[in-house]
Each structure stands twice: as structure tokens, then as C-alpha cells.
């Protein structure tokens, strides 16, 4: 009885997202992250996907399905506003948490104004400048110009900002000064990781991610089919599914070439397997709030090739645990790969390298416990 009295004075939190969840199904990692998180407040999340109320994880679940992709986002911040409207009172919500200062940062900002509950806006990334790495999109221009009305609104709304990365904290920076802020990086499920001891060093150059333009894969392809006659028997793995896999599978041959094979969607201990057995792992990105498959990468002692953008310098450290390059820029990412591959024994020392910096800064509790002061403080 007591247990449940505790519970029932935690905050009530509410999280506004775009991510789109599959809950009929088991997630490891959703778990330990949900139930984590509710050892501090009680989470509600609305957001995308099937079902229309779900209770999982220890966290109540609104779910809406995708209407129309892309250009389907207006109708469902709509429906989020309205639905926000109403958990908020039915709920009792203390907190509101927006995932990125644009978008649903707009409809957080006005159920604050609204309601008068506390406002959290989190920067995962460039709201800005990102969503014309995904697609081409006309009227850029004016576009950046409304995207950067709605990340000022929602920021100078805010009774907190949360950043993960040194390039998102400049960014919020340029539109904010004395609201309080909390730096911790994204929830990273990294045990799994750091307690794999079978790694090994095939030839294999790996990268994991969703496939859009903005992920810069091809990129890695070009620079990949430049080197490889100099380092026979090298292959590439591209792990994820998206929109621009079927462009990606038919760039310089890529579909036949069994040097570059293509493997789908794989969930997370998958991803391990393949990522123990690499050389190298490379997120040539075009824009990257932090770029979490680094850490994961790093865990199991493998150096790492980012491009030099938003986040990813966090983590990759030129000459120490892996290498940059300006992103988009073939001959120098070509270059870069050189150097690992024409030296194994400096690539298993960036290796160790990586390993020690990702578990002196990341862990799993570290989120939560970071989290949780964030909510209640």
C-alpha cells in the first residue's frame, strides 16, 4: 500500500515525440529504459505508432498511426495537441518533454501557455538544417526561416533545455541565455556491449543506422570502391532499412557487389554480432546529433570514422580512438579507412582507446539517474 501511495506522489511526466513504436512486441531496451525511468515519475508517452492507448514498460503509451509519411507530420502534431490537451487534465501532468524545439517543441510550448505546466525541450540534433539532408525540399529558405521561429518559440518557452552534444548546446545557445540546462547524452543500452570478450577482427568495414540521404552511406560506397583493389578480401556491411536502401543497393553496382552486402533491420544483439567481428565502423552522417552506434561500436574496442559534424566529434577523437573527415568528402574519407586498414595494430590500440573513454563517460544507470534529476529538480 505504501509502494503504491509513493508512486502515486512521483511527477507525472509527459513525453511528445515523432519516434514511432512497435509495442507488440518485446524490446529489451525499451524495457530497461521505461522501467528505469519510472523509478523517478511516472511516463506517459505520446507518440506514433499502432494502438491507440498501451500500458507497457511500466508506462502509459498514446499511440497514433502515420498518416500519409512525410506529409502526414501536420495532421499528427494536431492530433498530439489535442490529445496532449486531454491527458494533461486526466493525468494530472506536472511535466511536458519535447524531443526537438521545432515541431512538437510548437505543440509543447502552446499546451504550456495553455495549461501552465512545466516545459522541458530537449535538442537531439540540427532542427534547422537536417531535414534537407533527408530529402529535397523546395523553398528552403523560408522554411529554415519558420523552423527557426518555432525552435525560438519553444525554447523561450522553457522551464528546462536538455542537450547531448557540444554542437546542440552552442545551437540552443544562439536563441537562449539563463534557462536552465542539463547535458547528458542519449539513452545508449550499452551493457550488452561492454560485456562482449568474444570480439575478433574480420575484414569487414561495418555501419548501422536508418537509410537516408542524410546518413552519408554513400559516401562510405564510393571510398570503399576507390580503396578496395589496394585491400583484398575487405568487404562493407550496411546494417538498417529506410527509404533510400533501393538508391544505395543500385549506386556503382552496389546491389550485385557482393563485397557490399546489405543486410536489413537487425535487432540489437544482432548488431552486436556484427559489429564484434569488424575492422572499422564509419558514420560518414551529414548531420548527427551524437551518433549513439559510436559508443556502442567503441564498447567492443573497435576504432571509429565519423564525419566532422554536430555530435560526432564528441565521441571520435582524431588520432586517438578513430578518425574524421568533412562530411560528404570522399577522397579524405577514403583516406582515413587507408590508415586503419594499412595499420591493424594502431586500429586495435584506437581500439582500447575508444573502449576506455565511452565507459569513463556512458552508462546505462548514468542516463536514468541524470534523467531523473532532470524531471525532479
Known amino acids: 500500500m505504501k509502494k503504491e501511495k509513493d508512486h502515486k506522489k512521483m511527477k507525472n511526466v509527459l513525453f511528445i515525440g515523432m519516434t514511432d513504436y512497435d509495442l507488440s512486441k518485446e524490446n529489451p531496451t525499451l524495457k530497461k529504459k521505461f522501467e528505469g525511468l519510472s523509478r523517478g515519475f511516472n511516463a506517459h508517452v505520446l507518440s506514433r505508432g499502432k494502438g491507440w492507448k498501451v500500458e507497457k514498460y511500466n508506462t502509459h503509451f498514446y499511440l497514433t498511426p502515420k498518416f500519409f509519411g512525410k506529409a502526414g507530420m501536420p495532421f499528427w502534431l494536431v492530433i498530439a495537441f489535442f490529445r496532449g490537451l486531454a ?34 525541450v530537449e535538442a537531439h540534433g540540427d532542427w534547422i538544417n537536417s531535414y534537407f539532408h533527408y530529402f529535397s525540399i523546395p523553398f528552403e529558405k523560408q522554411i ?91 568487404k562493407i556491411i550496411v ?12 549506386f556503382m553496382g552496389a546491389g550485385e557487389d557482393s563485397q557490399i552486402e546489405f543486410v536489413g533491420r537487425k535487432e540489437l544483439s544482432e548488431v552486436k554480432d556484427i559489429m564484434r567481428s569488424c575492422t572499422v565502423f564509419v558514420l560518414p552522417s551529414l548531420s548527427e546529433g551524437l551518433g549513439r552506434v559510436l559508443i556502442e561500436a567503441a564498447m567492443l574496442s573497435k576504432p571509429l570514422v565519423g564525419s566532422r559534424v554536430d555530435g560526432i566529434p564528441d565521441l571520435v577523437h582524431e588520432g586517438e580512438n578513430g578518425y574524421l573527415f568533412e562530411p560528404g568528402n570522399v577522397k579524405e574519407l577514403e583516406e582515413k579507412l587507408r590508415k586503419i586498414l594499412g595499420d591493424p595494430e594502431k586500429a586495435k590500440e584506437m581500439g582500447v582507446a575508444g573502449r576506455k573513454y565511452m565507459l569513463d563517460n556512458f552508462s546505462t544507470e548514468g542516463y536514468i539517474e541524470s534523467y531523473i534529476k532532470m524531471i525532479n529538480d
Open 87 to 120: 491527458i494533461i487534465f486526466t493525468k494530472k501532468i506536472d511535466t511536458i518533454v519535447v524531443q526537438s524545439p521545432a515541431f512538437e517543441g510548437s505543440v509543447g510550448a502552446m499546451l504550456k501557455i495553455l495549461t501552465g505546466r512545466e516545459l522541458i
Open 144 to 234: 529554415k526561416v519558420i523552423l527557426t521561429a518555432l525552435g525560438k518559440f519553444s525554447l523561450r518557452r522553457a522551464n528546462k533545455i536538455r542537450t547531448i552534444s557540444v554542437y546542440t548546446r552552442s545551437l540552443v545557445n544562439r536563441f537562449v541565455g539563463d534557462t536552465p540546462k542539463y547535458h547528458f547524452s542519449t539513452f545508449t543500452d550499452i551493457d550488452i556491449f561492454k560485456t562482449e570478450t568474444n570480439v575478433s577482427w574480420e575484414k569487414t568495414i561495418v555501419y548501422v543506422g536508418v537509410l537516408y540521404r542524410l546518413k552519408g552511406v554513400q559516401f562510405l560506397i564510393e571510398a570503399f570502391n576507390n580503396l578496395r583493389k589496394d585491400f583484398p578480401g575487405y
Open 239 to 250: 546494417v538498417g532499412d529506410g527509404p533510400y536502401r533501393e538508391d544505395l543497393e543500385k
